[in-house]
């Protein structure tokens, strides 16, 4: 059974950076057969795509598209989300996602708050 679970959130004012990391937790696990991305859920609002990887290419959020990068490092099965130019309307709970076939994966989820 995989697990994912990510790290890196945090308080970080307007226009700054934060890089998200979300490492997947299973010996057979291969980027090569899994989509990976990134959610995001705000307080009252339904959860969101943010990025999203399959074997081909890379989608993003129309809101974060020039602003956020989705990479991965393949021998140490870790996702990253590197966010720039962040704005008060990204803060939210980040959460890290894996799709192999009809199985999802979800991690617990990682707070990003963006204030001055």
């Known amino acids: 059974q995989l697990q994912v679970a990510e790290s890196g959130g945090g308080l970080v004012q307007p226009g700054g950076s934060l890089r998200l990391s979300c490492a997947m937790s299973e010996n057979q696990f291969h980027f090569h057969y899994y989509d990976v991305g990134w959610y995001r859920q705000a307080p009252g609002k339904q959860r969101e795509l943010v990025a999203l990887k399959n074997r081909d290419t890379t989608n993003y959020a129309d809101s974060v598209k020039g602003r956020f990068t989705l990479s991965r490092d393949i021998p140490t099965k870790t996702v990253y989300l590197q966010m720039n130019s962040l704005k008060p309307e990204d803060a939210a709970v980040y959460f890290c996602?894996?799709?192999?076939?009809?199985?999802?994966?979800w991690g617990q989820g990682t707070q990003v708050t963006v204030s001055s």
């Open positions: 996602y894996a799709a192999l076939g009809t199985s999802n994966y």
